[in-house]
C-alpha cells in the first residue's frame, strides 16, 4: 500500500512493519513508484538489528501454519538465507541489474542470516531452561522489544 487518505485505512503491527487495511477500492499506479531509502550502512545494520528482535519474536509466537509461505521458510533457519539470496538474484532479476542488484541480495540475505542465528538463539535458550533448575538465572537476550513506534 503506497498512497491512501488515513481516514479511511487502520494499520496493524505485523513484526517489524504494519499491514495497512483500507476501506474501499484499491488500485494499482499506473507508473512505477521509487522509494529511494539510501542510508550509510551502519545506520541500516542498526535499524536492522531492532527489525531482526521484532520479526523474531512474530515467528516464535505465531502459529506457523497461520503465516504465509515466505515467514514458514523463515522459520527453517539455515534454508531462509539461502532461499533469499537465490530469490533476490535469480527469481527477482538482481544478476542482471549488476552491483546493485548484488548488493541488495547480499543485504537481504545477511538479514535473513541474522533472523535465523537470533532464531536458533533463542531454541537454545529454550533448551537450556527446560535443563537447568528453576533457581538459575539465564543472561536475558540483550534486547526485547514488545512495540515499535514508527
Known amino acids: 500500500m503506497v498512497l491512501y487518505r488515513r481516514a479511511g485505512a487502520t494499520c496493524s503491527p505485523d513484526g517489524h ?9 484499491i488500485g494499482m499506479l499506473r507508473s512505477p513508484f521509487l522509494h529511494d531509502d539510501r ?5 541500516w545494520l542498526k535499524a536492522q538489528q531492532h527489525y531482526i528482535v521484532l520479526e523474531g519474536q512474530k515467528l516464535l ?3 506457523p501454519k497461520k ?3 515466505p515467514d514458514r521458510v523463515r522459520r527453517l533457519r539455515i534454508i ?3 532461499a533469499v539470496c537465490l530469490y533476490c538474484l535469480i527469481y527477482r532479476g538482481g544478476i542482471l541489474d549488476g552491483w546493485p542488484g548484488f548488493y541488495y541480495a547480499f543485504q537481504r540475505t545477511l ?3 541474522m533472523l535465523s542465528l537470533y532464531l536458533i538463539e533463542e531454541d537454545v535458550r529454550r533448551a537450556v531452561r527446560k535443563l537447568k533448575p528453576r533457581n538459575t538465572v539465564l543472561p536475558e537476550p540483550v534486547e526485547r522489544v514488545t512495540e515499535h513506534r514508527p
Open 17 to 25: 512493519t504494519y499491514r495497512v487495511v483500507v476501506n474501499g477500492d
Open 39 to 43: 542510508k550509510p550502512f551502519s545506520r
Open 80 to 82: 531462509a538465507p539461502i
Open 61 to 63: 509466537a505465531s502459529d
Open 111 to 113: 538479514v535473513e542470516a
Open 67 to 69: 503465516l504465509d509461505f
